[in-house]
T-cell receptor
Protein backbone atom coordinates (compact mmCIF):
# COMPACT_ATOMS: atom_id res chain seq x y z
CA UNK A 1 0.00 0.00 0.00
CA UNK A 2 1.54 3.25 -1.16
CA UNK A 3 0.83 5.70 1.63
CA UNK A 4 2.73 8.62 0.09
CA UNK A 5 2.15 9.32 -3.60
CA UNK A 6 4.66 11.49 -5.43
CA UNK A 7 4.59 13.15 -8.85
CA UNK A 8 6.00 13.67 -11.37
CA UNK A 9 8.40 10.76 -11.75
CA UNK A 10 10.81 12.95 -13.71
CA UNK A 11 11.12 16.64 -14.37
CA UNK A 12 13.23 18.78 -16.67
CA UNK A 13 13.52 22.48 -15.86
CA UNK A 14 15.52 25.26 -17.43
CA UNK A 15 18.14 27.03 -15.34
CA UNK A 16 16.50 29.81 -13.39
CA UNK A 17 13.07 28.23 -13.56
CA UNK A 18 10.85 26.88 -10.79
CA UNK A 19 10.78 23.16 -10.04
CA UNK A 20 7.62 21.83 -8.40
CA UNK A 21 7.19 18.33 -6.98
CA UNK A 22 3.94 17.19 -5.42
CA UNK A 23 3.07 14.61 -2.80
CA UNK A 24 -0.13 13.34 -1.26
CA UNK A 25 -0.58 11.20 1.83
CA UNK A 26 -3.37 9.11 3.30
CA UNK A 27 -2.55 8.54 6.95
CA UNK A 28 -3.76 11.42 9.11
CA UNK A 29 -1.44 10.24 11.89
CA UNK A 30 1.57 11.51 9.93
CA UNK A 31 3.00 14.53 11.73
CA UNK A 32 6.33 15.26 10.09
CA UNK A 33 6.91 15.78 6.38
CA UNK A 34 10.53 15.92 5.17
CA UNK A 35 12.03 16.13 1.73
CA UNK A 36 15.22 14.28 0.93
CA UNK A 37 17.70 14.99 -1.83
CA UNK A 38 19.81 12.22 -3.34
CA UNK A 39 22.77 12.63 -5.68
CA UNK A 40 24.04 9.69 -7.76
CA UNK A 41 26.12 7.29 -5.69
CA UNK A 42 25.07 8.86 -2.41
CA UNK A 43 22.50 8.20 0.26
CA UNK A 44 19.49 10.50 0.62
CA UNK A 45 20.04 13.56 2.79
CA UNK A 46 17.48 15.74 4.53
CA UNK A 47 16.78 18.91 2.56
CA UNK A 48 13.88 20.59 4.36
CA UNK A 49 10.99 19.48 6.56
CA UNK A 50 7.65 20.78 7.83
CA UNK A 51 5.18 19.95 10.56
CA UNK A 52 1.42 20.16 9.86
CA UNK A 53 0.84 23.15 12.12
CA UNK A 54 2.29 25.51 9.48
CA UNK A 55 1.33 25.94 5.83
CA UNK A 56 4.70 26.95 4.44
CA UNK A 57 8.37 26.69 5.26
CA UNK A 58 11.15 28.36 3.34
CA UNK A 59 14.88 27.74 3.45
CA UNK A 60 16.81 29.65 0.85
CA UNK A 61 15.54 28.67 -2.60
CA UNK A 62 13.58 25.70 -1.23
CA UNK A 63 9.99 26.01 0.00
CA UNK A 64 7.53 23.42 1.27
CA UNK A 65 3.85 24.23 0.87
CA UNK A 66 1.52 22.16 3.05
CA UNK A 67 -2.25 21.73 2.73
CA UNK A 68 -3.52 19.74 5.70
CA UNK A 69 -7.15 19.55 4.59
CA UNK A 70 -6.18 18.19 1.18
CA UNK A 71 -3.46 15.98 2.65
CA UNK A 72 -0.98 17.31 0.13
CA UNK A 73 2.41 18.95 0.27
CA UNK A 74 4.83 20.15 -2.35
CA UNK A 75 8.43 21.23 -2.82
CA UNK A 76 9.21 24.36 -4.79
CA UNK A 77 12.75 25.06 -5.94
CA UNK A 78 13.12 28.66 -7.02
CA UNK A 79 15.81 29.79 -9.45
CA UNK A 80 16.68 26.15 -10.18
CA UNK A 81 20.37 25.47 -10.84
CA UNK A 82 22.20 22.61 -12.57
CA UNK A 83 23.59 21.65 -9.14
CA UNK A 84 20.01 20.94 -8.03
CA UNK A 85 19.86 18.03 -10.48
CA UNK A 86 19.18 15.05 -8.23
CA UNK A 87 16.44 12.68 -7.12
CA UNK A 88 14.00 14.12 -4.61
CA UNK A 89 11.93 12.07 -2.21
CA UNK A 90 9.06 13.29 -0.15
CA UNK A 91 8.36 11.40 3.05
CA UNK A 92 6.00 11.31 5.98
CA UNK A 93 6.61 10.20 9.52
CA UNK A 94 4.23 9.09 12.18
CA UNK A 95 2.66 6.11 13.86
CA UNK A 96 1.46 3.60 11.29
CA UNK A 97 -1.08 0.93 12.29
CA UNK A 98 0.79 -2.28 12.92
CA UNK A 99 4.05 -0.70 11.86
CA UNK A 100 5.29 1.42 14.72
CA UNK A 101 6.73 4.84 14.07
CA UNK A 102 8.52 5.11 10.75
CA UNK A 103 9.39 7.22 7.75
CA UNK A 104 7.36 6.37 4.64
CA UNK A 105 8.80 7.59 1.34
CA UNK A 106 7.31 8.58 -1.98
CA UNK A 107 8.57 6.99 -5.18
CA UNK A 108 10.98 9.81 -6.02
CA UNK A 109 11.32 12.50 -8.69
CA UNK A 110 14.37 12.70 -10.90
CA UNK A 111 15.04 16.40 -11.51
CA UNK A 112 17.29 17.63 -14.28
CA UNK A 113 18.08 21.33 -14.57
CA UNK A 114 19.32 22.27 -18.01
CA UNK A 115 21.45 25.23 -18.94
CA UNK B 1 32.51 12.89 11.87
CA UNK B 2 28.91 11.82 12.46
CA UNK B 3 28.06 9.14 9.97
CA UNK B 4 26.37 5.89 9.06
CA UNK B 5 28.79 3.39 7.56
CA UNK B 6 27.73 0.47 5.41
CA UNK B 7 29.89 -2.32 4.07
CA UNK B 8 30.41 -3.48 1.46
CA UNK B 9 29.52 -0.78 -1.07
CA UNK B 10 29.21 -3.26 -3.91
CA UNK B 11 28.51 -6.99 -3.79
CA UNK B 12 27.89 -9.60 -6.45
CA UNK B 13 26.84 -12.99 -5.17
CA UNK B 14 25.17 -16.19 -6.32
CA UNK B 15 21.70 -17.41 -5.50
CA UNK B 16 21.51 -19.11 -2.13
CA UNK B 17 24.84 -17.96 -0.70
CA UNK B 18 24.28 -16.33 2.68
CA UNK B 19 25.52 -12.78 3.04
CA UNK B 20 25.60 -10.00 5.59
CA UNK B 21 25.66 -6.27 4.98
CA UNK B 22 26.98 -4.36 7.97
CA UNK B 23 25.76 -1.01 9.22
CA UNK B 24 27.26 1.07 11.99
CA UNK B 25 26.42 4.55 13.30
CA UNK B 26 28.49 6.73 15.64
CA UNK B 27 25.76 9.17 16.72
CA UNK B 28 24.27 7.15 19.59
CA UNK B 29 20.97 6.98 17.73
CA UNK B 30 18.18 4.82 19.08
CA UNK B 31 16.40 4.12 15.81
CA UNK B 32 17.92 2.27 12.87
CA UNK B 33 16.38 0.90 9.72
CA UNK B 34 17.08 -0.74 6.40
CA UNK B 35 15.61 0.32 3.07
CA UNK B 36 15.84 -0.98 -0.44
CA UNK B 37 15.68 1.38 -3.38
CA UNK B 38 14.32 0.19 -6.70
CA UNK B 39 13.51 2.27 -9.82
CA UNK B 40 9.96 3.54 -9.74
CA UNK B 41 9.34 2.17 -6.26
CA UNK B 42 11.30 4.63 -4.16
CA UNK B 43 12.65 3.65 -0.77
CA UNK B 44 10.86 0.81 0.93
CA UNK B 45 11.55 -0.13 4.52
CA UNK B 46 12.73 -3.70 5.14
CA UNK B 47 13.21 -3.79 8.91
CA UNK B 48 13.60 -1.29 11.68
CA UNK B 49 14.81 -1.22 15.26
CA UNK B 50 13.62 1.21 17.90
CA UNK B 51 16.39 0.24 20.30
CA UNK B 52 18.74 -2.57 21.29
CA UNK B 53 17.11 -5.99 21.04
CA UNK B 54 13.92 -4.42 19.59
CA UNK B 55 13.36 -5.08 15.88
CA UNK B 56 10.27 -5.22 13.72
CA UNK B 57 9.25 -5.79 10.14
CA UNK B 58 8.90 -2.97 7.68
CA UNK B 59 7.02 -3.08 4.39
CA UNK B 60 9.13 -5.68 2.55
CA UNK B 61 10.73 -8.01 5.13
CA UNK B 62 10.49 -11.33 3.24
CA UNK B 63 13.90 -12.94 2.72
CA UNK B 64 15.73 -10.71 5.18
CA UNK B 65 16.81 -10.89 8.80
CA UNK B 66 18.29 -8.31 11.14
CA UNK B 67 19.68 -8.15 14.64
CA UNK B 68 20.41 -5.31 17.07
CA UNK B 69 22.73 -6.57 19.77
CA UNK B 70 24.50 -3.24 20.18
CA UNK B 71 23.14 0.25 19.79
CA UNK B 72 25.58 1.22 17.05
CA UNK B 73 25.28 -1.85 14.77
CA UNK B 74 22.38 -3.12 12.71
CA UNK B 75 23.42 -5.80 10.20
CA UNK B 76 21.17 -6.99 7.39
CA UNK B 77 21.29 -10.72 6.70
CA UNK B 78 20.16 -12.50 3.55
CA UNK B 79 20.09 -16.18 4.44
CA UNK B 80 19.40 -17.40 0.91
CA UNK B 81 19.59 -14.52 -1.57
CA UNK B 82 17.53 -14.64 -4.74
CA UNK B 83 17.73 -12.53 -7.92
CA UNK B 84 14.68 -10.48 -6.88
CA UNK B 85 16.78 -9.14 -4.00
CA UNK B 86 19.10 -7.42 -6.46
CA UNK B 87 18.77 -3.81 -5.36
CA UNK B 88 20.38 -0.78 -3.77
CA UNK B 89 20.26 -1.02 0.01
CA UNK B 90 20.46 1.82 2.51
CA UNK B 91 20.88 1.77 6.25
CA UNK B 92 19.61 4.80 8.16
CA UNK B 93 19.55 5.98 11.75
CA UNK B 94 17.53 8.54 13.69
CA UNK B 95 18.02 9.99 17.13
CA UNK B 96 14.82 8.67 18.62
CA UNK B 97 12.14 6.10 17.93
CA UNK B 98 9.84 8.95 17.01
CA UNK B 99 11.45 9.42 13.65
CA UNK B 100 12.39 12.86 12.50
CA UNK B 101 15.61 13.34 10.57
CA UNK B 102 17.08 10.12 9.21
CA UNK B 103 20.79 9.87 8.40
CA UNK B 104 21.60 7.50 5.57
CA UNK B 105 24.65 5.47 4.74
CA UNK B 106 26.26 5.52 1.30
CA UNK B 107 24.39 2.47 0.11
CA UNK B 108 25.22 -1.10 -0.87
CA UNK B 109 24.56 -2.19 -4.42
CA UNK B 110 23.78 -5.90 -4.35
CA UNK B 111 23.54 -8.11 -7.41
CA UNK B 112 22.34 -11.70 -7.03
CA UNK B 113 22.97 -13.91 -10.07
Amino acid sequence: QQQVKQSPQSLIVQKGGISIINCAYENTAFDYFPWYQQFPGKGPALLIAIRPDVSEKKEGRFTISFNKSAKQFSLHIMDSQPGDSATYFCAASGWVTGGGNKLTFGTGTQLKVEL
Amino acid sequence: EAQVTQNPRYLITVTGKKLTVTCSQNMNHEYMSWYRQDPGLGLRQIYYSMNVEVTDKGDVPEGYKVSRKEKRNFPLILESPSPNQTSLYFCASSLRARVTEAFFGQGTRLTVV
